[in-house]
């Protein structure tokens, strides 16, 4: 679970530095309504994947999503530890 804490740094890079040479880069650019859009998409890739009951597949379009989402959250200036701290306070 360290490296996607060590993910959100590099996005957080991204977003500051904004590459020339990055698909990241680009989705910052792109502003909240790209990133959403490869969001929504990622999460239909998922719904397929686990309908579809291939492992392999959903751990891929998983892995997707996870990334878009974590590029949503540094462009609305939430991290990973909000998200933790929410699902905390649900089941404590």
């Known amino acids: 679970m360290d490296f996607l804490l060590q993910l ?3 996005l957080k890079k991204r977003k500051q530095e ?3 040479k990055s698909y990241t ?3 910052f650019r792109g502003g909240v309504d790209r990133i959403l859009k490869k969001v929504g998409e990622e999460a239909g890739e998922v ?3 686990a309908k579809n009951a ?3 597949e959903l751990t891929h379009e998983s892995a997707d999503l996870l990334f878009h ?3 949503l959250l540094v462009e609305r200036g939430l991290s990973l ?3 933790v701290e929410e699902l905390k306070k649900r089941h404590s």
């Open 69 to 71: 989402l974590q590029v």
């Open 54 to 56: 291939d492992k392999k």
């Open 25 to 27: 880069a680009d989705l």
């Open 81 to 83: 530890s909000d998200i």
């Open 8 to 10: 959100e740094q590099i």
């Open 47 to 49: 719904i397929i994947a």
């Open 18 to 20: 904004l590459p020339e």
